[in-house]
């Protein structure tokens, strides 16, 4: 069972940088593929980014925020990020973390229905 806690949302400008934190509770963190959606009202929630494993080093990215974006983990903190830089307004949303478990390290998931744990969301708000 995995616990995921997201932080850092809040109030920015276009062109602003965040980073979005989630802390995972677990011993086995690093054997989770993690990944970032995030949902606006009335939308589905879609995917933002996903890394694999530990030992699998593979990210990717959707073609909206790609070049913009990073995520990264933070194994001894049990922590994976989100970097957001250049923010724009169409940014806004909800976002949430997300991490199912897997034995294989080069494995990333871009469809919310393959994750079996997620955090209870951040508001990012991107003003223009």
């Known amino acids: 069972q995995v616990q995921l806690v997201e932080s850092g949302g809040g109030l920015a400008q276009a062109g602003d940088s965040l980073r979005l934190s989630c802390a995972a509770s677990?011993?086995?963190?690093?054997?989770?593929?993690l990944g970032w959606f995030r949902q606006t009202p009335g939308k589905e929630r879609e995917f933002v980014a996903t890394?694999?494993?530990?030992?699998?080093?593979?990210?990717l990215y959707a073609n909206s925020v790609e070049g913009r974006f990073i995520i990264s983990t933070d194994n001894a903190k049990n922590t994976v990020y989100l970097q957001m830089n250049s923010l724009k307004p169409e940014d806004t949303a909800v976002y949430y973390c997300?991490?199912?478990?897997?034995?294989?390290?080069?494995?990333?998931?871009?469809?919310?229905?393959?994750?079996?744990?997620w955090g209870q969301g951040t508001q990012v708000t991107v003003s223009s």
């Open positions: 890394i694999s494993r530990s030992g699998g080093d593979l990210t």
């Open positions: 677990g011993r086995t963190f690093s054997s989770y593929v």
């Open positions: 997300a991490a199912d478990y897997t034995p294989l390290t080069m494995v990333v998931l871009t469809t919310q229905n393959r994750y079996s744990y």
